[in-house]
């Protein structure tokens, strides 16, 4: 089984994140996801995880790519470490481009359930990347 839900979130990975593929998203999440990471007031649900990719990230990074370093799977999560790399080329929160490449470090927990993504909890570098953009 541990096999079987860490290939879901490479799977979410590399299609959603990497390539904003909207028909796999809507194949991977359960209607009633919760992502525990999202910003106090703000959305929490499948929508909340769409616009994070492709109205901040994807619009903001060029060649974005996703390297899953490690996942290690217990039960019904998968702990997975990664790195969004690509060219800041656009408004990244406020940030406008600078042509820097640029690298987020990420570390998040993924609940699957049935083959797709119930529950979410990450931290991730991105704030220490827009506070070196500015610099």
């Known amino acids: 089984m541990s096999d079987d839900i860490k290939s879901v ?3 979410f990975n590399v299609e959603v994140i990497q390539n904003g593929n909207a028909l796999a998203f809507q194949a991977l999440m ?7 990471a999202a910003p106090p007031g ?3 649900g499948p929508e909340s995880m769409w616009a994070t990719f492709e ?3 994807r619009p903001a990074i060029s060649e974005l790519t996703v390297t899953i370093h490690d996942q290690i799977a217990e039960g019904d999560k998968v702990t997975t470490r990664k ?9 990244l929160l406020g940030v406008a481009a600078t042509g820097r490449d640029i690298s987020i470090d990420v570390i998040d927990i993924v609940r699957v359930e049935g083959g797709r993504y119930r529950e979410h909890w990450g931290l991730n570098t991105l704030q220490a990347v827009l506070a070196s953009l500015r610099a």
């Open 83 to 91: 790195t969004i790399c690509g060219r800041h080329t656009g408004d």
């Open 55 to 57: 109205t901040v990230l």
């Open 30 to 36: 359960a209607p009633d996801f919760v992502n525990h």
């Open 9 to 11: 979130v490479r799977r």
């Open 42 to 44: 703000r959305p929490n």
